[in-house]
């Protein structure tokens, strides 16, 4: 059956439009290339329409094959392509329009799609949709339909989408759109012959074409109207009245700013009001958009079986369980722990053994006639401390590289989500969850990330939770120390400590809460991305970075403390027990002894950890100085404090007041000393208070 | 047959009640698929109706900013919360649409 060869009817107003500005279909310029492609004056112009990478191309290139021509948009820099082809002997002309999501002249893509449909009219449109993301192809199906032409569907990408067990039925989805609905694969040219022959259907009869619309709510409908009525009045208008003032109704920008500015101010002043009573209107009209892709979708996609709920569905089912989400999140956590010693233990002592004693003997043959202050710096300050830090690595390393497989497997969002909605039901404002978002890793972006907060007084309150946060910093201060102290319990004790500090950042966040929000709240989304396996790149990128920054923190700053530390407990008379440090610690004693720490090098070695985390184990290295064959530096600690005491320790570590980095930012952020140091004395209050409880109940229970 | 208030409002108000949502969970309760609920929400977001609060362009006080005036940043532990991760929360013309 041949296709009438002739000039379509739905085009009563084709003399007024050729005298109004628009854009050219061809418009010869220097960066045109290929041979020059005229349009058939009289055929029929179908334009293709659709989101980029959707094979609109390749469908454009099937049809036209050497009949195109390549140059740009009149005064863009976007591509035009026309082309002109014979379809059973009539001769047609093709127009691809740029990739588009959506007619919202978001983008000059946009711009130059919706402008070509609306002032050159195409007798057809085809829209290339994507099976696989059938959503947002049909939000621009949707708006191609508040449009005059009428338009036809080529069902694309269905493998992709099969692929992912999404089956789309393209006779239902046609039977619901009221639209002809064409199945493609267009990379093998298979139904591409079959859209044309629907477009060209649909165009020769366009009265015919009645698809099954979004609609308006009908409270919008009067002011719809009557929005059309004021722009039918003037000639202001560059486009169609109902769809400008759809468009005005939207907010659309440009579509404002143009009858804006050709309007007259009266004119403008009265549909200005209007838009103003319905500043909202937006969200009803795109949800009228959204609720028709939701009864499409409903319609044409057969949604997996039951039985064939895709791997992350079912994983999630648990993963992100309100009540098992949270054992697994603790079973996986338990798990790392576990695995980090279990692995990096014997590094660790190879690395304190072996490369740790070699470079001190190296350096006391080395150091041999230098001044006994010289050696005294090098071998019992800076290896003794910063090198005791260095033989963190490997535990550092085994945990990065599990949190980076965790990461990159897509669980970790899962636990974060398990986390937050744990906080929330314990009752913790929603954006207090964003310290322990950023805070995990450093608790400098999380005092950071309080800057959402539009109140100063909830901001300055949300600060105070940041440093609650357990930082990998005190983590791994943690897992140098908990071996030695629980040996074959370090795993559990470890997950109890964190446990804890963020039971205490819940308690205080709850309190936060009462104060800062009385008890307004507000929710996240949280996309969850799909499960997949890691990719060893990523992880080990991960792990490197992370290990190379811990580095260049113990060659600097670390560094720096150590010899500090090592002068301040040399100095004035060169022996340790006189030292400044050991007058200072020792004053502190009274203080550690309700917490059942004595020794006053403990004491010491919690105050360094103000200048960086990891200083605790630096100190500990300095004042405990080499140790002895068989011991380690961990065990040598272990022995001068009881179980209860060395839990305490652990305890205040973690919560103790936040490092220098951490203390400078919330003097920075809140721009107050007072707050800085109400943060400082609320820490110190938590960590002494924790430990005083942890070892006098270690007491009354007599271990 | 149409709901009391359309799908957007829907979706602010489920919000409004606090906590925190995962895409299919919100999904789930709107009876409409992931994918429109992630549209939805990147169109709440254009609107101003809600703010990515890290990751994404607006993270400004939040994400990525934030990280990237920090020394420490690449030490940061968990790289999905801070690019990757998308968050929206409710803005104050959000809240007042679902009041």
Redesign the interface.
């Known amino acids: 059956m041949a296709i009438p060869l002739r000039i379509p009817v739905r085009r009563p107003d084709r003399e007024a439009r050729l005298n109004q500005p628009k854009l050219h279909l061809v418009q010869p310029s220097c960066h045109d290339s290929g041979p020059q492609i005229d349009p058939a004056p009289d055929a029929l112009t179908i334009a293709l329409v659709g989101q980029p990478n959707v094979g609109k191309s390749t469908v454009f290139n099937m049809l036209t094959g050497l009949n195109q021509h390549v140059g740009n948009w009149p005064g863009k820099t976007v591509e035009q392509k026309t082309g002109v082809f014979d379809h059973q002997g009539s001769t047609i002309n093709l127009v691809d329009l740029p990739g588009t999501y959506s007619l919202s002249a ?1 983008s000059e893509e946009e711009r130059i799609a919706r402008d070509y449909l609306i002032t050159e009219r195409p007798d057809v449109a085809i829209v290339v949709v994507n099976a696989a ?4 192809s049909l ?1 621009l199906v949707a708006e191609m339909l508040a449009l005059d032409a009428p338009l036809v569907v080529g069902l694309n990408m269905c493998d992709v989408a099969e692929q992912h067990g999404i089956h789309v039925e393209a006779h239902v989805l046609a039977a619901a759109l009221a639209v002809p609905v064409v199945r493609l694969v267009a990379a093998r040219n298979e139904g591409v012959r079959e859209l044309v022959a629907a477009a060209l259907q649909v165009a020769a009869d366009p009265a015919s074409f009645r698809p099954n619309r979004p ?1 308006i ?1 009908a409270e919008h409908q009067p002011v719809l109207d009557q929005l059309v009525s004021l722009l039918g009045d003037c000639a202001c208008d560059p486009y169609r009245p109902d769809w400008s003032a759809l468009k005005l109704l939207e ?1 659309d920008v440009e579509v404002t700013q143009q009858i804006r500015a050709s309007a007259p101010p009266e004119l403008w002043k009265e549909i200005h009001e209007i838009l103003m009573q319905h500043e ?1 209107a ?3 009209i ?3 958009r ?2 028709w ?2 009864r499409m ?1 409903r319609a044409a ?1 057969i949604q997996p079986r039951v039985g064939a709920v895709t791997l992350t ?1 079912r994983i ?1 089912s648990i993963a ?1 369980h309100p009540i098992m989400g949270l054992v697994l999140l603790l079973g996986i956590f338990g798990l790392a722990f576990a695995l980090t010693y279990a692995l990096a233990a014997p590094f660790s002592e190879w690395l304190s053994g072996v490369v740790l004693g070699g470079l001190t003997s190296l350096a006391q043959g080395l150091l041999a006639g230098a001044p006994a202050l010289l050696s005294g710096l090098v071998i019992d300050g800076l290896i003794a401390g910063a090198g005791t830090v260095l033989t963190f690595l490997p535990i550092l390393a085994v945990f ?1 590289a599990l ?1 980076g497989v965790l ?1 990159d497997v897509g669980y ?2 899962r636990g ?2 398990v986390m ?2 744990f906080m ?1 039901l314990m009752g913790l404002h ?2 207090s ?2 310290p322990l ?2 805070g ?3 608790n ?2 999380a005092v ?2 309080a ?2 907060l ?1 109140e100063r007084r909830a901001r300055l309150l949300t600060i105070l939770l940041a440093p609650l946060v357990p930082c ?1 910093a005190r983590l791994a201060v943690l897992a140098f120390l908990a071996p030695a102290f629980f040996g074959a319990s370090a795993a559990p004790v470890t997950l109890g400590l964190v446990a804890l500090n963020l039971v205490i950042l819940a308690a205080v966040g709850i309190i936060v809460n009462k104060a800062a929000f009385k008890g307004e ?9 799909l499960y997949h396996v890691p990719n060893a790149r990523t992880v080990g990128l ?1 792990v490197w ?2 290990t ?3 580095l260049k ?1 113990a060659g600097t700053l670390i560094l720096l403390a150590s010899g500090v530390v090592w002068a301040l407990s040399n100095l004035p008379g060169g022996d340790v027990e006189t030292s400044i440090l050991a007058t200072a610690g020792r004053a502190l004693a009274p203080v550690g002894s309700l917490m059942g720490i004595t020794d006053w090098r403990m004491l010491v070695a919690l105050i360094s950890s103000f200048f960086a985390k990891e200083n605790t184990i630096a100190t500990l290295g300095v004042l405990f100085g080499a140790p002895e064959a068989g011991a380690t530096l961990a065990t040598q600690v272990a022995a001068v404090m009881a179980p209860g005491a060395r839990l305490a320790f652990l305890a205040v570590a973690m919560l103790f007041i936040p490092c220098l ?1 951490t203390v400078v930012t919330i003097k920075q952020e809140t721009g107050s000393w007072k707050w800085t140091a109400a943060s400082i004395g609320l820490l110190l209050v938590i960590s002494y208070g924790a430990g005083v409880l942890i070892y006098q109940a270690f007491r009354l229970l007599g271990m | 047959m149409a709901e009391e208030v359309s799908l957007p409002v829907r979706l602010l108000r489920l919000l409004s009640a606090g906590g925190i949502l995962s895409t299919s969970e919100l999904a789930q309760k709107l009876g409409v698929s992931d994918s429109l609920v992630s549209m939805m929400a990147e169109d709440l977001v254009r609107r101003g109706y809600l703010a990515a609060l890290s990751g994404g362009d607006e993270c400004g006080a939040g994400g990525r900013a934030a990280c990237s005036g920090c020394s420490l940043a690449a030490a940061c532990s968990v790289p999905a919360v801070r690019d990757r991760l998308p968050l929206l929360a409710l803005t104050s013309r959000g809240r007042q649409m679902a009041a």
Do not use: W
């Not at chain 1, 993301?133 to 947002?136: F, S």
């Not at chain 1, 709240?521 to 991305?529: D, N, R």
């Open positions: 978001n993301a059938l959503e947002r939000y609609s709510r907010g909202d937006y969200l009803d795109a949800g009228g959204y609720e892709i939701g979708v996609v569905d999630d992100t990065f949190l990461e970790l969002a974060a989500y937050d909605r929330h929603g954006k969850f964003l978002f950023l995990f890793g450093c400098v972006p950071m990330g800057r959402i539009e990998t709240q507000t929710a996240f989304i949280m996309e969850l991305p991960y970075t992370n190379m920054s811990f923190k980095a």
